[in-house]
């Protein structure tokens, strides 16, 4: 927990310990505290060691940290965004492999834009649907259309930044097929039936 307080703090935010969430809107009792405190609540119809849930468990992962920017850093918004970008508008199957992949990257893209930010939606303008109402779920199959829905409704809150990740993302997608192409073309070359055959 004390990692969120410190990153709030070096945003310069204040965080408010009664009501609601300052963030997101969620009916809590002790705001941020309780939003981070029972996130994991709404995931219990889900199987995390079935595979075909881990996208669920991305696309919650990045909905929530998008609806609460101010306690994370900012280059942390871009990986959420690109993520969502990649999963939701270019369709493509995500796993655990290509998350570190996603960060290596951004390492990389983030060097020649030191002063990138991305803009940020208002408190409480970051989508409806927030964390606590993924307890409303009776099965699984409700509870993955819901942190769909949930994720959709973050991700176009952000439309102002659309953009920005779209062009991470093309660049992450170019830079994973470059490197397939590489490996493919070593492996072939490496290849005994492609070696030069002894005199």
Same mark, same amino acid.
């Given at each position: 927990?004390?990692?969120?307080?410190?990153?709030?703090?070096?945003?310069?935010?204040?965080? !408010?310990?009664?009501?609601?969430? &300052?963030?997101? %809107?969620?009916?809590?009792?002790?705001?941020?505290? +309780?939003?981070?405190?029972? /996130?994991?609540?709404?995931?219990?119809?889900?199987?995390?060691?079935?595979?075909?849930?881990?996208?669920?468990?991305?696309?919650?992962?990045?909905?929530?940290?998008?609806?609460?920017?101010?306690?994370?850093?900012?280059?942390?918004?871009?990986?959420?965004?690109?993520?969502?970008? !990649?999963?939701?508008?270019?369709? &493509?199957?995500? %796993?655990?492999?290509?998350?570190?992949?996603?960060? +290596?990257?951004?390492?990389? /893209?983030?060097?020649?834009?030191?002063?990138?930010?991305?803009?940020?939606?208002?408190?409480?303008?970051?989508?409806?649907?927030?964390?606590?109402?993924?307890?409303?779920?009776?099965?699984?199959?409700?509870?993955?259309?819901?942190?769909?829905?949930?994720?959709?409704?973050?991700?176009?809150?952000?439309?102002?930044?659309?953009?920005?990740?779209?062009?991470?993302?093309?660049?992450?997608? +170019?830079?994973?097929?470059?490197?397939?192409?590489?490996?493919?073309?070593?492996?072939?070359?490496?290849?005994?039936?492609?070696?030069?055959?002894?005199?």
């Amino acid at each position: 927990m004390q990692d969120f307080i410190d990153q709030a703090n070096k945003n310069g935010v204040t965080l !408010l310990n009664k009501g609601r969430c &300052q963030f997101c %809107d969620a009916d809590y009792q002790k705001g941020i505290f +309780d939003c981070m405190d029972n /996130y994991n609540n709404g995931l219990q119809l889900l199987d995390f060691n079935n595979s075909e849930h881990h996208i669920s468990r991305f696309l919650s992962v990045d909905a929530h940290a998008l609806q609460h920017p101010e306690i994370h850093g900012r280059w942390s918004n871009h990986f959420h965004l690109t993520r969502l970008n !990649l999963i939701l508008d270019q369709n &493509q199957t995500w %796993d655990y492999k290509k998350s570190p992949m996603l960060s +290596d990257y951004l390492n990389a /893209y983030k060097l020649n834009r030191p002063n990138e930010f991305l803009s940020i939606p208002k408190p409480l303008e970051r989508g409806k649907i927030t964390a606590k109402d993924l307890i409303k779920a009776t099965t699984a199959d409700e509870c993955i259309a819901l942190i769909k829905k949930w994720a959709d409704e973050v991700y176009h809150s952000w439309s102002a930044s659309h953009s920005i990740v779209s062009e991470i993302a093309e660049g992450f997608l +170019d830079n994973i097929y470059n490197r397939k192409t590489l490996s493919r073309n070593i492996t072939n070359r490496l290849h005994p039936s492609n070696q030069p055959h002894p005199h």
